[in-house]
């Protein structure tokens, strides 16, 4: 077995404990169920903002711990006012060390908030709507195009916008008419290699109606001027970021370079 077929098998079991202890009821009575979400897909047009999707990610199962001290609430907090489009949150918990209560601390800012997990049941997108997040992510690899198409209607039903992440040319059928936005993970999940010239290759052929994403293996502005010559909107940088002590500042010194 791969490594993602392992994180969805846990994710399953992970579910059902979870649907257990908490009805789709009564996350709907959560305060943050009932809100006006916000739109990451205008907030990475707005040339106001960096088209940075600055991820909190303490671990992975690549990298094993990347930082086990930064604070959710400062880091997101600099993030944010240091020009983020958009922040991303990992929310799973055995494979990346977050947990929904980072999103929720995350919260506290005014900025979009993708929930980064392994999304393959309805309870999960009510869960991300009840816990402060704006947009789900739906990962090509661990869904067929049907689980991503019905996934998503329901999503957007709760006023949340979808990325769908893709990786190679065999998943751009995948994607629908109801994804907002469109990824490209840089990082092949089955073997961890991580090569830029994955987005390079596949922002050709996605649909230009849709803001790209660039995903993972970003540690240079540099890079971020090539692929937006290239026709992208968005940068997922999490680990550039995050394996400094200080997240914060390494955000600041990097913005200064765009
Ligand atoms: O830390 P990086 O290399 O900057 O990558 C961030 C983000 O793209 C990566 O965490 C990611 C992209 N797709 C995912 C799916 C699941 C978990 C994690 C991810």
Redesign the pocket.
């Known amino acids: 077995m791969n490594i993602l077929d392992t994180i969805v098998a846990r994710k399953k079991e992970e579910i059902a404990e979870r649907k257990a202890l908490r009805t789709v009821a009564d996350l709907e009575k959560e305060p943050f169920f009932e809100r006006t979400t916000l739109s990451l897909s205008q907030s990475l047009v707005n040339p106001e903002r960096t088209g940075i999707i600055a ?1 909190f ?1 303490r671990k ?1 199962p690549s990298k094993g711990i990347i930082n086990g001290q930064a604070s959710v609430e400062d880091v997101t907090a600099t993030y944010a006012r240091l020009g983020a489009s958009g922040l ?1 949150v ?1 929310t799973d918990t055995d494979f ?1 060390g977050g947990s929904n209560a980072d999103l929720l601390l995350a919260r506290q800012q005014q900025v979009p908030i993708l929930r ?1 997990d ?1 999304m393959v049941d309805e309870y999960q997108v009510v869960e991300a709507k009840a816990i402060g997040a704006d947009v789900i ?1 739906l ?1 090509a690899a661990c869904l067929t195009p049907e689980r991503v198409q019905s996934l998503a209607a329901f999503a957007k039903s709760l006023k949340l916008e979808v990325l769908l ?1 893709i990786h190679d040319e065999s998943e751009l059928v995948h994607i629908c008419n109801e994804v907002d936005m469109v990824g490209v ?1 840089n ?1 092949n ?1 089955k073997t961890f290699e ?1 090569d830029i010239n994955t987005s390079l290759r596949l922002i050709g052929k996605m649909p230009a109606h849709k803001p790209a994403v660039a ?4 540690s240079d502005p540099e890079t971020i001027k090539t692929l937006k010559q290239a026709g992208f909107k968005g940068f ?5 970021f ?1 394996k400094q002590p200080d997240p914060s500042i390494a955000f600041a010194d990097f913005v200064k370079h765009l």
């Open positions: 991820e990610k992975s991303s990992l990346f980064k392994f992510l990962i992440e993970n990082r999940l991580v995903e993972s293996g970003i997922l940088i999490g680990e550039n995050m």
